[in-house]
């Protein structure tokens, strides 16, 4: 799943990364985002199941809706 | 016995050369088969190429070592532990110990910085002591190479990443620059934890019978053969391929091991515990039987494990972190497994004490390892290594810069303050949680660090002290001058030195003229603390600092414990001078030398010259006045050292936020560095207390100026240099924090 | 005598500073473990600082699912004190008991040193009785300590002098709604005495204290 | 870019919230990793040069090759 950080919430890892480039004369990048993604191995047959479980983890735990959107993608 | 054991990365052809890739030499396998009577099996050979590492048998130091003076009434446990101990008084015991994370800090200065530091507090909860504060001995290349850069950020975020998230502050330290250091960053973390005296616990095994319980994480391929390969080799362009071996921290698992083992400790459940460190498994098994002068079976089968696959000689080399070894009476271990599980910290019992004398290993039901304990400990190589002093002495002592006319005082003292080495380290301590325990009485910045002794009057007051250029100009003069000066920081803040501990970064051992200057620091250091009536109660080596044939200065780390027997409210500080205030100096008033002093450095570039030796009156001297100086409530102490005079007053004049005027004769007088001096500052009622003093005590001292004004102010007979303490301050402030933009 | 719970994660390590505060202000402070469900008999609680699950994953995100916070959360709906420190304020604001959440500092750097903070509401239990305006000076210990209000509307009943971290609207401390449940990033416990560099930290423990008593 | 962890390198976050997840009841999570991903928004035409650029930038400063792992993929 891929957690991305909300696009009105401030970015302090991408700004500084962005100013680190530019120093090094990377002139042309215009932003830097930072995210996380989240593998998670689960035991589970069944691929819808498996994205409502991985969903609600999501609400319950992985993500924080204040700072955060995601997107979950399953593969077998 | 199996001798044929799956090495994936080994065909058979290769077996013979096998103990040479462990980085065995050719006698010590020789030495190996005499003692066994055959051919060890290569989980029998991993074990010996980790415990006969020059990092975990100190074979070329230890014939060195043993001239250190250890003792002391208070000294309750000395060096050969995993910590030295002392009695600071009603009933508290003070476990000190400094080790050095230098290699595995330039393969990844983040981790590699990170798990020294959750390494040096193992040492310390493993004595049964709560670890309460860190101090962080650094040096690195010069900042102008990205390089450095790299490698001093990454340091720091990993010190300050690891110390801060595993709850143990880190209270104060040391910073220095040198193009020897560039590849060869040296990263020395000193540990103090604290116990009551009834709680003492040695990393010994038990009688027969007892269990052998591997607590915490589980264990990778982590730092396999980190002990022989990193810590004990030299280094070159290969090196940074030895990668795949870098070790991750995980501060939240050594604070529930802390909490888990407090809590063993306080219900008495175990008999010894031994920390697994370098060498892992291989030590933690094999050196409290040693000690114990017993044997051990252990089942590789129940050692948890975090990767799959792993084969016996991997197991017993890997260096994965946070997991301790504890040895339990059988009866105990079920609540020794509850307590673990509620610490969320894993338990599995591995071995058990036999009366055999030899340590067994199997995994699957067949025996990989049946060796003599002994063999792998007390009986490791030890080597007399040929030293000689290097012919480049005469040269270098008679390497003097001559001056023609006095520099510019006013532009030089800038120059100094703008050095990263010497000017404000708060861009480093501001990123290190200092003040966890509210123990922090007097924090970083200044001479010495001073801690309370939470439930007493007392306090313990800590510093660190290197100084690679003196060092390299005379390592004996050098060794003896850190522990001065390290004793004269803790005076600083009203403390009696009682204990140090050592850290000795060197070069090649095998070339003889490092061996010298280990040799000739060793003497130093043991010179000094005999003067002094101090103990060194622990330490640590660190040699093949080299890089590419160049070998690091001789850079000996000096931590030194000091005890205040009864803290006065407020304690000298930098930042207590006021205006109008007499500046007072007191110690050796001998004719100044410059030789390795920081203002050669910085204003010519030169290092050169024989330093000055430390003399014995002067420097008990001038430790036994300043703590008698704090005593007597003198607002501001400070001792004179890298920088000379000029910097210790404008340090005092920044902290305080007012100028000062003092008066010299000769200019050289503002920049030495020679041993046993420092500065005093005090209002005018306080002049007879001083007089008092320092005549009882038999101190030469000299009012040198007053506090006042906007300016630094050096006045020889009416003319005057001057600094104005706003732009001394700017200077001072963004001496290390310019050198890392970009 | 006023008895308050200072609540143990694995990870915390400010619970002996915070009890040893509160103790000294005459408090009866007791330290209960994560998994306690039931706080009766407490008239007031705190979240200490520290590093609760190591902050992995989120800062404060796996504490919130801990047996105690329930317990804490009953406390809160009854208009009890609760007090969130540093690290502890993080668990609030992820419990949903506090508005907002945090991210690291401006400037990417971990910051131990004292700052200058300013009362900006006395409506809440921690700054009840300090007239809005007054100084306070205590040190921070954070590297997420920056403070997000999102969507939210927050109460700020404190404010940075200078917003080192970049926090929205400069908050060092926000209440909720009815002002019994208050997280503040700057420790209290360690301006606790002149020797540690200020007092200040007494004000807000003592008016914490106060609400625990009535 | 995505920018993995090595996979003989511990992961103690991705321990910890596995761990987390099965005291919430999942128990069919077996593993869980945590990775970095880094978007940037480059001002070039050329996508061959804009992935070279990544991959430089990655190479310098981005990845810490020590740890980790990373792909590039460019979008228009
Ligand atoms: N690496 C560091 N980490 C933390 N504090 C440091 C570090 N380097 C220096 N300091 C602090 O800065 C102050 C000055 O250090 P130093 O110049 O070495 O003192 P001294 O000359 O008295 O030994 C000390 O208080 C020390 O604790
Ligand atoms: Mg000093």
């Not at chain 2, 020395?188 to 095994?205: F, I, P, Q, W, Y």
């Not at chain 2, 020794?336 to 019992?349: K, L």
């Not at chain 2, 290092?607 to 003198?634: F, H, N, Q, W, Y």
Request: with cysteine; charged share 20%.
């Amino acid at each position: 799943m891929a957690i991305t950080r909300r696009p009105e919430i401030a970015d302090p890892e991408g700004a500084t990364v962005k100013k680190a480039l530019t120093d090094l004369g990377y002139n042309e990048v215009r932003t830097v985002r930072f995210d996380r993604a989240i593998t998670l191995d689960i035991e589970e047959d069944d691929a819808s199941r498996a994205r409502d479980r991985a969903v609600e983890m999501c609400n319950r735990l992985l993500v924080n809706p204040v700072l955060e959107d995601y997107t979950v993608e399953v593969e077998a | 016995m199996r001798t044929d054991e799956v090495d994936p990365e080994l065909d058979e052809g290769e077996v013979l050369t096998l103990h040479a890739r462990l980085g065995l030499t050719d006698d010590e396998y020789q030495q190996i088969i005499d003692r066994l009577g055959r051919e060890p099996s290569r989980s029998e050979l991993a074990m010996y190429s980790v415990m006969w590492s020059e990092h975990c048998s100190y074979k070329s130091s230890r014939v060195h070592l043993s001239r250190f003076p250890t003792e002391a009434p208070w000294v309750v446990v000395g060096p050969g532990e995993n910590a030295g101990v002392v009695d600071v008084g009603e009933g508290w015991l003070a476990a000190l110990r400094i080790e050095s994370h230098n290699h595995p800090s330039f393969v990844e200065p983040h981790q590699g910085a990170a798990t020294g530091v959750g390494g040096i507090i193992r040492d310390i909860f493993t004595m049964g002591a709560r670890p309460i504060a860190l101090w962080d001995s650094l040096r690195f290349g010069p900042l102008d190479q990205p390089r450095n850069r790299y490698l001093f950020t990454g340091v720091v975020g990993g010190i300050a990443a690891y110390g801060n998230a595993v709850g143990v502050p880190t209270v104060g330290g040391e910073l220095a620059f040198a193009e020897h250091y560039s590849d060869n960053p040296l990263v020395n973390v000193m540990c103090l934890g604290l116990l009551r005296a009834e709680d003492l616990v040695l990393a010994t095994s038990g009688p027969p019978g007892t269990i052998a319980v591997l607590l915490g994480a589980p264990t990778g391929r982590d730092g396999i053969g980190g002990a022989s390969v990193l810590a004990s080799a030299s280094f070159d362009e290969t090196s940074l391929e030895k990668r795949p071996s870098v070790q991750v921290g995980d501060p939240f698992a050594e604070k529930k091991l802390i909490e888990a083992c407090l809590e063993l400790y306080r219900k008495k459940l175990v008999v010894g515990v031994q920390d697994l460190g370098a060498a892992g498994l291989s030590c933690a098994v094999s050196e409290p039987v040693s000690r114990s002068g017993h044997g051990i079976t252990v089942d590789l089968d129940r050692v948890p494990t975090r990767e799959p696959d792993m084969t016996p000689p991997e197991l017993l080399m890997s260096e994965s972190q946070e997991r301790m070894m504890a040895f339990v009476h059988p009866d105990r271990v079920d609540e020794v497994i509850e307590v673990a599980r509620r610490w969320e910290t894993e338990a599995s019992v591995v071995g058990e004490i036999t009366g055999s004398g030899n340590v067994v290993v199997s995994l699957g039901g067949e025996v990989v390892v049946d060796i003599p304990a002994q063999s792998l400990t007390t009986e490791a190589p030890r080597y007399h290594r040929p030293l000689g002093e290097p012919g480049w002495m005469e040269d270098l002592w008679s390497n003097t810069v001559k001056f023609v006319a006095q520099p510019a005082i006013a532009t030089a003292l800038l120059q100094l303050l703008a050095e990263p080495e010497l000017g404000s380290k708060a861009w480093i301590y501001e990123q290190y949680d200092h003040m966890l325990f509210l123990n922090t009485v007097v924090g970083p910045g200044h001479d010495a660090t001073l801690l309370r002794l939470k439930g007493t009057d007392r306090g313990l007051a800590l510093s660190t002290d290197g100084n690679g250029r003196v060092c390299y100009l005379d390592p004996r003069r050098g060794g003896a001058r850190l522990v001065w000066e390290a004793a004269l920081n803790v005076a600083m803040v009203g403390a009696e030195p009682l204990a140090v501990v050592d850290n000795l970064n060197f070069g090649n051992p095998e070339k003889p003229e490092v061996m010298w200057q280990f040799r000739e620091t060793v003497e130093g250091i043991s010179e000094a603390c005999e003067a002094l009536g101090v103990p060194v109660v622990g330490g640590n080596v660190s040699f093949y600092n080299e890089t590419d044939g160049l070998d690091i200065y001789p850079s000996p780390v000096i931590g030194m414990l000091g005890l205040v027997e009864e803290l006065v409210w407020p304690p000298p500080r930098l930042d207590r001078a006021e205006t109008e205030m007499a500046v007072y100096l007191v110690g050796n008033e001998w004719a100044p030398n410059l030789a390795g002093s920081a203002f050669e450095k910085a204003t010519f570039g030169h290092v050169g010259g024989r330093p000055t030796g430390p003399d014995r009156a002067m420097g008990r001297a001038t430790v036994v006045s300043a703590r008698r100086l704090a005593e007597a409530r003198i607002p501001v102490l400070h001792d004179v050292s890298m920088g000379g005079l000029g910097l210790a007053l404008a340090e005092i004049c920044i902290a305080s936020g007012v100028g000062a005027t003092v008066a010299y004769s000769d200019w050289r007088f503002l920049f030495s560095e020679d041993p046993h001096r420092f500065l005093a500052v005090a209002p005018a009622a306080a002049d007879d207390t001083i007089t008092a003093v320092c005549s009882e005590v038999g101190v030469p001292f000299l009012r040198i100026g007053t506090m006042g004004g906007d300016a630094i102010v050096f006045d020889r007979g009416g003319v005057r240099a001057a600094v104005d303490l706003t732009l001394a301050t700017d200077t001072w402030r963004t001496s290390l924090t310019e050198h890392l933009r970009n | 005598m006023t008895k308050v719970a200072v609540v143990l994660f694995p990870g915390t390590n400010c619970e002996l500073d915070t009890a040893e505060a509160l103790s000294n202000l005459g408090a009866d402070a007791r330290i209960v473990w994560h998994s306690e469900s039931d706080l009766a008999g407490f008239d007031g609680v705190v979240l200490p600082g520290g590093f609760a699950h190591g902050d992995y994953l989120r800062t404060g995100a796996i504490a919130r699912f801990s047996p105690v916070m329930k317990a804490v959360a009953a406390m809160a709906g009854a208009g009890r004190p609760v007090l969130g420190i540093c690290n502890g304020f993080q668990v609030l604001c992820e419990a949903g008991l506090l508005p907002g959440g945090f991210i690291a500092n401006r400037g990417l750097s971990f910051l131990c040193k004292w700052v200058d903070l300013e009362v900006a509401d006395q409506g809440s239990m921690l700054t009840a009785g300090l007239r809005p305006g007054t100084h306070l000076r205590l040190p921070l210990n954070s590297y997420e300590g920056n403070f997000v209000a999102g969507s939210t509307e927050a109460r700020v009943v404190l404010t940075y002098r200078d917003n080192i971290n970049g926090s929205d609207r400069a908050a060092a401390a926000v209440a909720n709604e009815a002002g019994n449940v208050v997280g503040v990033m700057p420790h209290p416990e360690r301006a606790s005495a002149d020797w540690l560099g200020s007092a200040d930290g007494n004000l807000l423990l003592g008016s914490f204290l106060q609400a625990s008593a009535a």
